[in-house]
């Protein structure tokens, strides 16, 4: 009877198992897993999403994940690159291994993150000439650092690194001994391992095709586009969809490819909160306050004044983001602490030789199985601490170099208490797959800046150190999930280590040189109003203001406006909490309402548009919706980003679109032509 029992059971580890599968595929060393091929794929689509990510970055910030897309783009290239040269009778081609397409993802992730916590439309532009001036604050060289390509590609070398060595020696405790779900990590394992079996890969092919129509087509419309966009306010993205009262207020539908894709994979409650967040704000608060001018604040204030409506917009929405990040942080630093202390304290942690052995949960197949691959290639601590003494080292002397506003001392300070917020923002993640990168930037603007000092460069130093704390912060939480990738897809540990590195170092280049491209080809960048406002670096900036002068240089009853929002945000995420799921599903997201305060609401049209096609998808064929929308919104996101390209290439060229397509209320349009009769023939 108990063997009986016992083959039933070992029967259903075997039809669960996803190792099982592969049982029969040999496992390649690490060098084999890191090779030219998948470098040079790597690289390819590493430019690619670098674009896609910068100009998400440069226009709302809201950066969706682009996984699912690296990933089919990865096998589809590498497994077409190999098809081609066995066709050609190239003798020795290695079969395409889901090992290396874990490096392949794992790179292009890697050098893609670059593009956002490289800070290129947050802390490094807020340091900017041009968004100083926005701010209304008196000129003072200590509190201005332009853009400089030179100077971008050296701080992130020395910043972007030390993440990744601070949390090697913990892997092993993570992944195989806390056994930590890292979502998505976990999600990817489970994508690229279906890509290689027989039924996966002919769904991949179906997938890249789908995608690939949505590109071109998406490519096609920014380019047809770009034709009727000869001057300011011209083209289909000033399209007054919903009427002309409506669009002095930034509500229409701007006919943007990207957000609609962007729509289609954010969850729901996203998509709906950044659309409510516009209409309390566009539709409510900032029409009220406008007609307060001259009580509330002076009536002769430039527009880009923080002592006006600006200012309003700003620092209400600095302070639903700074709720909603005290109580994400408090959130999951109690977790993180809780299910330390209880897995420290429990049974569950594998110690050999003591008596509660017994206790430890049974392994099945697949854990044995990746358990023993990823323990073999080990990467040695004394490496990992080597490593970050020394690259902290070197940094704490070139950093005050690059910004003399900050000291050797503020960068030590910062290097100490580093490796201990990469755990825990990378333990977090892995519970939640909620990074808190940013949240810990945001602290080094106000603990540094107020260090540092108004009279001392305080901005300057307090937007460095933003920078310091994110590059580490992020990129140990990156490692983390690729390590767990890794774990799940037989990937060597020491392979999803060097290639997070070359990745991080292509980032390095990469992604400064495209801010680059777009700085020079787009004049207005970070300028309210243009394609590509940045709304994030005019926040960051006035952060390190408020860090270093405090709540004097806050316009007429902001301060309570602000509290109250503060508050909100956090009386928001505690309802989320405490209700039960099918309340907690209507409750909005405070970060996700806070942005369009300062952008307006018009993306937010783009993504609930996004929203309903894969709402109705979903209710019509729901199975192929889950299988196509993926892609296809990753083809209608690419396509658009990539069309960035040579759009930047002919406004360099001095190449201007031919036609201004523009909207007039009737009476106006009745003066203009009026006044264009009047002309002279």
């Known amino acids: 009877m108990a063997r009986k029992f016992d083959d039933r059971e070992e029967d259903e ?16 060393g690490w060098r084999e897993q890191v090779t030219a091929r998948a470098l040079v794929v790597s690289a390819l689509l590493g430019f690619m999403f670098s674009v896609i990510v910068m100009k998400l970055n440069l226009t709302t910030g809201i950066i969706p994940s682009l996984n699912v897309s690296a990933g089919l783009l990865g096998f589809f290239l590498l497994t077409s690159w190999t098809t081609l040269l066995d066709k050609a009778g190239v003798p020795g081609v290695r079969p395409f291994t889901r090992q290396e397409n874990t490096v392949v993802q794992t790179c292009v992730v890697a050098c893609s993150g670059i593009a956002f916590s490289g800070g290129f439309g947050s802390y490094i532009l807020a340091m900017s000439e041009r968004i100083s001036e926005q701010s209304g604050e008196v000129r003072d060289e200590d509190s201005i650092k332009n853009p400089s390509l030179g100077w971008m590609i050296g701080f992130l070398f020395i910043i972007s690194f030390l993440g990744l060595f601070s949390v090697v020696p913990l892997r092993k405790i993570m992944i195989v001994d806390y056994k930590l779900t890292y979502p998505s990590g976990t999600a990817t394992a489970h994508l690229i391992n279906s890509f290689h079996t027989p039924q996966g890969a002919k769904l ?17 419309w920014g380019f047809f586009q770009w034709f009727y966009s000869a001057g300011e306010g011209c083209g289909f993205k000033a399209f007054p ?43 409510i608060m900032w029409p009220y306050i406008e007609h307060k001018k001259g009580d509330w604040y002076p009536a002769n204030l430039k527009p880009s004044s923080l002592r006006g409506m600006v200012g309003y917009r700003v620092f209400i929405s600095i302070a639903l983001i700074l709720g909603d990040g005290l109580y994400n942080f408090l959130k999951v630093m109690t977790r993180t602490m809780s299910a330390l202390v209880a897995q420290l304290r429990g049974p569950t942690l594998p110690i050999s030789g003591g008596a509660d052995d017994d206790l430890t949960p049974v392994e099945t197949f697949d854990d044995r199985r990746r358990t023993e691959v990823f323990l073999k290639d080990q990467i040695p601590n004394t490496l990992a601490f080597g490593a970050y003494a020394t690259i902290a080292l070197i940094s704490i002397i070139t950093a005050p170099r690059i910004f003399h506003q900050l000291r050797w001392y503020h960068v030590a300070c910062s290097y100490v208490i580093a490796p201990v917020l990469a755990f825990c923002n990378a333990y977090g993640c892995g519970l939640t797959d909620w990074s808190l990168a940013t949240t810990y930037g945001k602290l080094a603007i106000f603990m540094i800046g ?15 150190a933003c920078g310091v704390m994110i590059g580490i912060v992020s990129t140990a939480s990156d490692l983390t999930q690729d390590f767990k990738t890794g774990y799940m897809t037989l990937a060597s540990p020491r392979s999803m280590f060097v ?27 970070g300028t309210p109003g243009s394609d590509y406002p940045s709304p994030n670096a005019l926040v960051y900036r006035n952060m390190a203001i408020l860090g270093v002068q405090g709540i004097g240089s806050l316009p007429k009853h902001c301060l309570e406006l602000c509290i109250g929002f503060f508050v909100s945000a956090i009386v928001l995420n505690l309802a989320r909490d405490i209700s039960p799921p099918s309340v907690a599903q209507f409750i909005p997201l405070p970060m996700a309402m806070a942005i369009p305060f300062y952008l307006g609401p018009y993306f937010g049209i783009d993504m609930c548009i996004g929203s309903l096609v894969r709402f109705v998808w979903d209710r019509v064929d729901g199975a192929r919706a889950k299988a196509f929308a993926p892609p296809v919104a990753s083809g209608l996101i690419c396509g658009d980003g990539i069309w960035t390209l040579p759009q930047s290439v002919l406004a360099l060229a001095g190449i201007k679109p031919p036609i201004c397509m523009k909207f007039l209320a009737r009476r106006t349009n009745v003066k203009v032509d009026a006044f264009i009769r009047s002309l002279p023939t």
């Open 13 to 28: 580890d075997a039809a669960e198992s996803v190792e099982r599968v592969f049982e029969g595929r040999e496992v390649p």
């Open 204 to 220: 991949a092919k179906r997938q890249v095709k789908t995608l690939g129509k949505f590109f071109a087509g998406s490519f096609t």
């Open 241 to 283: 969809t919903l009427g002309l009262e409506a669009y002095k207020q930034k509500f229409f539908f701007d006919f943007s490819a990207t957000y609609v894709g962007v729509g289609m994979i954010c969850p729901y409650l996203v998509n709906i909160s950044v659309l409510v967040g516009g209409v309390i704000s566009w539709g």
């Open 450 to 464: 107020a260090w540092a000092g108004a009279s001392n460069g305080g901005i300057i130093a307090g937007l460095a």
């Open 499 to 525: 290639s997070q590195v070359i990745g991080t170092a292509m980032g390095c280049v990469i992604a400064p040189s495209v801010f680059w491209l777009f700085y020079k080809a787009f004049g207005d960048i």
